[in-house]
Nanobody, 121 residues
Framework: QVQLVESGGGLVQTGGSLRLSCTAS????????MGWFRQAPGKERELVAV???????NYADSVKGRFTVSRDNLKNTVYLQMNSLKTEDTAVYYC???????????????WGQGTQVTVSS
């Protein structure tokens, strides 16, 4: 089974930027759909961004214009570039790999272990 490992989280001030990476232990082509979720304390996990077959993308309204999701199949890596960060972006960010749209975020999809992003004012 292909494992997903996130990196790039950390502490940043409001208005700053971070780039998260999610690297697959095998071919990322196993997952036509790669997404990023986040979960803040006391809140449900939410879908932040999705990259579909390396082309189409979709974003939560709260991050549109600030976050960009991309993938590099040669490096088996998907990225989440986060700009103009706000304190409300503070959360644990999870990488998710799915074979179909129905599987996105579901238990049968693949998850990374999560990486903490903290935005301070």
């Amino acid at each position: 089974q292909v494992q997903l490992v996130e990196s790039g989280g950390g502490l940043v001030q409001t208005g700053g930027s971070l780039r998260l990476s999610c690297t697959a232990s095998g071919s990322i082509n196993s997952f036509p759909i790669m997404g990023w979720f986040r979960q803040a304390p006391g809140k449900e996990r939410e879908l932040v961004a999705v990259n579909i077959n390396g082309g189409a993308t979709n974003y939560a309204d709260s991050v549109k214009g600030r976050f960009t999701v991309s993938r590099d199949n040669l490096k088996n890596t998907v990225y989440l570039q986060m700009n103009s960060l706000k304190t409300e972006d503070t959360a644990v960010y999870y990488c998710n790999g799915a074979r179909t749209w129905r599987q996105v975020g579901e238990p049968e999809s693949s998850w990374g272990q999560g990486t903490q992003v903290t935005v301070s004012s």
